[in-house]
């Protein structure tokens, strides 16, 4: 028996306005949407938690623990997920920081305000490094939007710790809006 492939034209079907990927055979339309993105500005004693990307996009940027989530989870289990995948790190979350919408890429993006349970973290299977920052320039420097080709990681850690292991971001953004006095702070949890 010979296994047939559908085939799918670009139209608009019947009551809708955009042009979908319907297939010729049955007529199902593919609908693409937006992907969410969750992350967080992770702080402990004062210093954010980045993650120096080991994978695609942006390999070798610095960023904030984020990722695409997943299906069947909520915001708050992907941020906890991606921040043990990439820093080795458990999270409290502390609240929401802003919705960000990244619409020529078509991600809307959550990051949350969220606090280091402990002092230890380390580097994850998609980190190059980690490390906890309190020097604000060089982070603002090194993270900038999502989509801009950025600046690498800068030389001057001072006092930061790192974890390496054998991007840039919207984190920047993020970081700042996090320290400016008129930042909306999120209600606190619960
Ligand atoms: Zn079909």
Known sequence: ????????????????QLERLVCDECGWVHYENPKIVVGAVATHEGRYLLCRRAIEPRKGKWTIPAGFLEEHETTEQGVLREAREEACVDLEIEGLLGVYNIAKVSQVQLLYMARLAGPDFACGEESFEVRRSDTQSSMEDSLEQFGDSGAGRREDADSDETRRSDG????????RRARSADAPRPPPPG
Do not use: H, N, W, Y
Not at 1 to 16: A, H, I
Not at 168 to 175: L, N, S, V, W
């Open 1 to 16: 028996m010979e296994l047939k492939s559908p085939t799918f034209s670009k139209r608009v079907p019947p009551g809708d």
């Open 168 to 175: 840039d971001g919207q984190g920047g953004a993020a970081i």
